[in-house]
């Protein structure tokens, strides 16, 4: 033992075990920022902006989404300042919400959450597998290799490539985190090479070259002289109206797409329990994420407009995803090696999208094991679920539950037109975000003896508690954003029976909690308890 | 229900302990503790070991009247006793220990390590005399017990304190009986990289568990409270620390290691008690089985103020349920 001075601060520390917080600013921005997935961001703005959206500007769609997620960002990290604690909404809401909406809540986030889980395994095989093998198979004029392409998106194939992704997934989280992260960690450096190769085939192309290699590559396979007028002709006599003009409405509801991605930058509320400097650390981790995200979907969207063409970009989708005109994949992937002339740059560039999509499932496949596991902790789920393996130290039952509730998401994804047209879930999991920012602005006032033991409780903005500005301003992002979806029918929308589901998933959150409680009543046990704070007399 | 069988946890009245860890002078977290029998109706209350903290924060009183004092990594002015009493508070809470002084005593301070020690123990035993007086007030007439062994960041000063206080239980390397029930206790922890005050190694862990076994009578009724968590668990799962001391990390994780006790976990493998109750990784918060045995850590967060606990009820043989609390 030995009492030291920290050089000039007036304090006197001892040696002594016991360390709280680990992951620093950096370690939060890399998780925040594998978490967005900026792969599976470009490769959706780029699929569905131009093609449903015409005239909608994709630079300034992306910086709204940003802009606007950054407020979001803002008032998470006074929640996750005032409560460092691992969880995320749940967490907070627990602390100012009645128990029964914060599991509920809960519950309605990692539904959504899970259902991406589903999305992504989808868009693996969609944008990343099937225009790799298709384009592979057009270079090097192997007939099988495009035959795979399309079978491997026929609804079986589908179903059981995505299902051995999730189920990949679970293996990997259930056989620890040190394996877990090894595999992140190989997954996220090859995937940030793989889009800097995207940017760096961009920026040496031109529309110029692009347009005399699509033509040269898919005349002869269309039996069309000039393929790439023929699919924006093609889309114009077929429905997809674009002025050449920015159409601002347009503008406003594609930002839906960058928005998507983007919620996985403040995703370190689930591991606020395991950061130090929490204040710094998830400030930087969070607005870093949705900053560097930002910065590089703009520069991909100039770079692909510029060289693709915005034009052919939203006639190719349009045709393809509405099954009419002249039909090629538009995906960036294949654009590339086309561009390029390359096979190896069409898997190269399809790899780092794989990649970056994969970062998303095993990344929310454990935020929801994590929400499992505390609800099993406070008694409102089976204790069960909560169990760990001895062997690997993981917990198994929540990992394997939660990878069949993914694989159940993906059989509805494929097999099921209603589901498969929605996305809809989102909107439950914007709303639920939106409910624990709005009860964060009253938090101070709520939760005075709390809320004084924050590193911020002193500071104000135009005289109020800092946390009740950044939440309002997260509120109203939220919102926005809630609108923008609601507002939205090709992201999300409000067709009257979609909404039963986010409907429907809300009510099973309350019957769950309910049943729950009266299940532990009746072997004595009082789950609210978990929830208050232990009165001083 | 009619369909199950009645005494096979072996009978007995059914007993519910709070157990709690590594508080580390967090004033708010003791006295949350101490009134938890009450919320949380439990008859036992046990406070796993690491009662001290860490840093004192000297108040050096300026001659203009001001006082500097040190909060959240930068020098701070407090103008008034007001400000005073309360930074205090709110230090003390966090677990910390204020002290004012003056200017001069604050640099003499500064430069001699062995004042430091000797002001450090003295404000630790102060505080833990504090939460005595406050336990006996509270618990006195109410027939429930604190239970408390140290842990390897106690010094040994304060076990007279503990000992000689009314409604605490203080007891180390002994087994006792707790209602019905045996209580192994033992605090300390292995070796650790900060050199810390009451620290074994395994050989001497060894040892030590096989002659408390031998002291029990009935291992199906009988209850580790052992400070240090068994070793390659969930229990004991903490961050890996490089030569300075500093977290490795890999992708923005922590990278795990494991820190517990093999010995221990040897122990309970070969002579399966009831329960084992511990704490030391502050990150190792969770429930196990290993065997029939349930090991639970509560894990800690009490600069935060907020008091990390377990809700365990026996009766007889059997674990009937372990509720992870934070209150």
């Known amino acids: 033992m030995s009492d030291t001075d920290t050089g000039d601060q007036r304090i006197f520390l001892r040696k002594a075990s016991g360390l709280i917080r680990t992951a620093g600013g950096l370690d939060t921005f890399i998780y925040n920022l594998g978490l967005v997935s900026v792969g599976l961001g470009i490769a959706s703005i780029m699929l569905y902006g131009p093609a449903y959206y015409p005239g909608g500007s994709l630079v300034w769609s992306i910086i709204l989404a940003g802009g606007a997620m950054a407020l979001i960002a803002f008032g998470f990290i006074t929640w996750t300042v005032t409560l460092p604690r691992s969880g995320g909404i749940y967490v907070f809401g627990s602390r100012i919400l009645p128990p029964s909406i914060a599991l509920t809540i809960s519950l309605v986030e990692i539904t959504a959450w899970l259902f991406y889980c589903a999305i992504a395994a989808y868009w693996i095989v969609l944008l990343g597998i099937s225009p790799a093998l298709t384009f592979v198979g057009y270079l090097t004029e192997n007939e099988g290799l495009v035959n795979a392409g399309a079978w491997v998106v026929e609804p079986w194939p589908l179903f059981i490539i995505g299902s051995a992704i999730l189920t990949l997934s679970g293996i990997i989280l259930a056989s620890g985190m040190r394996f877990y992260l090894l595999v992140q960690k190989i997954v996220f450096s090859v995937a940030i090479i793989l889009t800097i190769l995207l940017i760096v085939v961009l920026l040496q ?14 005349g002869p396979i269309l039996g069309i002289e000039s393929p790439y007028q023929a699919v924006i002709d093609s889309a114009r006599e077929n429905g997809w109206l674009w002025d050449g003009e920015t159409d ?27 950061i ?66 390359s096979p190896l740059i069409c898997i190269l560039v399809s790899l780092g999208f794989i990649f970056w999509m994969w970062m998303w499932i095993p990344g929310m496949h454990t935020f929801g094991v994590r929400a499992i596991v505390a609800w099993s902790f406070d008694r409102v789920a089976p204790e069960a679920w909560g169990r760990i393996s001895p062997k690997r130290h993981t917990p198994v039952v929540a990992i394997v539950f939660t990878m069949f509730v993914n694989i159940f998401f993906m059989y509805l994804f494929v097999f099921s037109e209603f589901f498969s047209n929605i996305v809809i879930l989102i909107e439950a999991a914007v709303l639920a975000w939106s409910i624990v920012l709005g009860a964060g602005i009253f938090f101070p006032y709520m939760r005075p003896h709390i809320y004084e033991k924050s590193p911020i409780a002193k500071r104000k903005i135009l005289g109020l508690p800092m946390m009740t500005v950044a939440c309002a301003l997260g509120f109203i992002a939220s919102q926005f954003y809630f609108w923008t979806l609601w507002s939205d029918p090709v992201a999300a929308g409000h067709d009257p029976q979609q909404l039963m589901i986010v409907a429907g998933v809300f009510v099973i959150g309350f019957a769950f909690y309910f049943a729950m409680k009266m299940l532990r009543k009746s072997q004595g046990i009082d789950v609210t308890l978990a929830f208050k704070e232990i009165p001083i007399e | 229900m009619f369909w199950k069988k009645k005494g096979k946890d072996g009978g007995g009245d059914a007993l519910t302990i709070f157990f709690a860890s590594d508080l580390h002078g967090s004033t708010v977290c003791f006295k949350k503790f101490v009134n938890a029998a009450k919320f949380y109706g439990a008859n036992v209350l046990v406070m796993g070991g690491d009662s001290t903290g860490k840093a004192v924060l000297p108040i050096a009183k300026q001659t203009d009247g001001t006082y500097l004092a040190f909060e959240l990594g930068s020098t701070v002015t407090l103008s008034t006793k007001a400000e005073v009493d309360e930074y205090s508070e709110r230090s003390s809470n966090k677990g910390f220990y204020p002290i004012v002084v003056t200017e001069d005593e604050f640099q003499e301070l500064k430069t001699d390590p062995d004042k430091q020690h000797q002001l450090f123990k003295r404000l630790v035993v102060d505080r833990v005399a504090e939460w005595c007086d406050y336990a006996g007030q509270k618990l006195k ?33 002994e087994v006792t009986e707790v209602n019905g029930y045996e209580m192994l206790h033992c605090g300390g922890s292995t070796i650790t990289p900060w050199d810390t005050e009451r620290e074994y190694s395994e050989e001497e862990y060894k040892t030590k568990f096989d002659e408390l076994a031998a002291k029990v009578t009935n291992m199906e009724r009988c ?27 890999e992708m923005g994780n922590p990278v795990s290691q494991n820190a517990g006790s093999k010995s221990l976990t040897d122990s309970i493998e070969k002579h399966q008690p009831l329960l084992g109750i511990h704490g030391h990784i502050h990150e190792g918060r969770g429930k196990i089985n290993i065997g029939r045995t ?20 026996v009766k007889g043989s059997k674990v009937k349920g372990v509720n992870l609390t934070q209150g």
């Open chain 2, 223 to 249: 209850i580790y409270n052992v400070h240090v968590p068994p070793y390659g668990t969930v229990l004991d799962t903490c961050p890996m620390l490089d030569k300075d001391l500093k977290v490795v990390f």
């Open chain 1, 205 to 218: 192309g031109s529309n110029e070259e692009f347009v005399t290699n699509f033509n040269s590559i898919m």
């Open chain 1, 276 to 341: 130090k400097s929490v204040e710094r650390s998830q400030t930087y981790g969070m607005l870093g994420a949705v900053f560097c995200a930002t910065v590089i979907w703009v520069i991909v969207a100039v770079l692909c407009n510029s060289v693709f063409g915005y034009e052919f970009l939203g006639s190719a989708g349009y045709n393809l995803l509405e099954g009419v005109g002249v039909q090629v994949d538009p995906t960036i992937t294949l654009q590339a090696g086309v561009l390029t002339l």
């Open chain 2, 141 to 173: 007439d109410t027939g429930i017990p604190l239970i408390t062994s140290p842990g390897n960041d106690d010094f040994f000063e304060i076990d007279d304190v503990l000992s000689n206080a009314p409604c605490v239980h203080y007891h180390e390397m």
């Open chain 2, 294 to 313: 349930v090991c639970v850590n509560p894990g800690s967060v009490y600069p935060e103020g907020i008091l990390q606990g377990a809700l365990i009820t």
């Open chain 1, 248 to 274: 601002s409405k347009q503008t406003w509801l594609v930002s839906n797409w960058p928005f998507l991605p983007l919620v996985g930058a403040a995703f370190s509320i689930a591991i606020g329990g395991e």
